[in-house]
């Protein structure tokens, strides 16, 4: 992107990579010039950027034809038994972050999950220009989050601050459940049979849109460590009016509130907790999904995207892996023999929850676990896309 301002010419280049590659910014100030990513991308073009030259598909063709924009082709390097991309460490001429206070020394504070990519990218430029709220004389050694000796120019700046999706918790504290189950919406189908896959203890990584509602349903009594990608873990319930926090957002830009375990980090260290193995369970959204547990959730045709998110990072993860989504869109089949969108993943999901069926995938494809209240099996075979078997103890869908 290229443009003159004020007589200057200056040339902007984007880099459109997954969230979880924050170690990119890592790499610039050490410097490392390469680290080699694994994701469970597979396939072939346009579904997988490792069939496709390791190039990322940013806009996609309509009625299924190949990409229209793809991004800069990576080399692709097997190691460990497993192929990876080789991915250049992200650095810039200018580097420019949002915090909270800084000093006379230039050192900088963030303030709860406004900290996110900042600490990372403002070590990644040439000059370091920081936008902070408050100037004090000096911060508490253990209050910095990022060495003065990064930051070049410090600018003070006070204004309201924008909230996206202001989300407050219910006078009720919780959904109205109904006892006849038949009367439920399709979404609420999903959300309370999705609830179930929660146990006490576990640490949780709920995507957006049905799986934030699923704490609802959960029993008071139950433990659980919610994850938000952008630095959180440890989810406390929606704000009342009065505890509304512009710094204080889950990775769905909603506000929240923190639970008595709660810690807050940048980004990086969210998706080294994500990747690592370290949450025990990732429930999110789903466009397509396959017989093999292939899932396609982030991009659809016809349409450009602001980033691949976090999702690539969560399947690729050795957590157990959920997807919810209604069975079909209209009279698009969604569990298909082979995804016809971008993968986000390759044979990364072990179950799908729809709101008339419950599947387990197995290697030898996917088998029918649980159907909805009054819809058979051949029903089910009707608007699925691919052949599946039946589990022997085949039951009705249980509700939180």
């Known amino acids: 992107y290229q443009r003159r301002v004020h007589g200057f010419s200056c040339c902007v280049c984007v880099c459109l990579c997954v969230s979880g590659i ?58 460990g038994g497993r192929m990876h991309l080789l991915e250049d460490a992200i650095s810039g001429d200018f580097a420019i972050v949002k915090a909270w206070r800084a000093d006379r020394y230039g050192n900088l504070q963030y303030r709860h999950t406004a900290m996110n ?13 920081a936008e902070v709220e408050e100037v004090v004389d000096r911060l508490p050694p253990d209050a910095v989050h990022t060495p003065g000796v990064y930051v070049h120019r410090v600018v003070q700046c006070n204004y309201p601050k ?27 189908r999903i959300v309370r049979r999705a609830a179930l896959e929660l146990k006490d203890g576990m640490s949780c990584n709920l995507g957006i849109g049905m799986p934030t509602m699923l704490p609802s349903y959960v029993s008071s009594d139950m433990h659980l460590v919610l994850q938000s990608e952008n630095g959180l873990l440890g989810i406390g319930p929606f704000p009342e009016e009065s505890e509304v926090d512009a710094d204080l957002i889950n990775a769905g830009k909603e506000t929240v ?73 209209g009279k698009e089949l969604k569990i298909l023999e082979e ?22 995938v197995t290697p030898a494809g996917l088998r029918l676990r649980e159907h909805a209240p009054g819809v058979t099996v051949e029903a089910i075979r009707e608007v699925t896309g691919c052949q599946f078997t039946v589990c022997p103890d085949l039951h009705e869908m249980e509700f939180a």
């Open 257 to 329: 509130t923190f639970s008595d375990e709660a810690s807050v980090f940048g980004s990086e260290e969210s998706f080294a907790m994500i990747r690592g193995g370290h949450i025990d369970i990732s429930i999110l959204g789903g466009l397509q999904v396959n017989y093999r547990g292939d899932l396609a959730n982030w991009i659809i045709p016809g349409s450009m995207v602001k980033g691949m998110g976090g999702a690539m990072d969560l399947v690729a993860s050795p957590s157990r892996v959920v997807v919810t989504m209604e069975h079909t869109a």
């Open 117 to 129: 990519f900042n600490p990372v990218v403002a070590k990644a430029g040439r000059v370091c220009i």
């Open 22 to 79: 924050s170690v990119k910014y890592h790499l610039s100030p050490c410097p490392i010039p390469e680290l080699l990513s694994w994701y469970p991308w597979g396939g072939s073009p346009p579904q997988g950027l490792l069939g496709n030259g390791g190039a990322a598909p940013i806009k996609m063709g309509r009625a299924g034809g190949p990409p229209e924009v793809v991004s800069r082709p990576r080399e692709v390097r097997e190691f």
């Open 339 to 360: 995804c016809t969108l971008p993968l986000t993943g390759q044979a990364v999901v072990d179950r799908i929850i729809t709101d008339l069926a419950v599947f387990d």
């Open 162 to 188: 924008r909230i996206e999706r202001t989300t407050l918790r219910k006078p009720s504290d919780g959904p109205q459940r109904t006892a006849d189950v038949t009367a439920l919406s399709a979404r609420e």
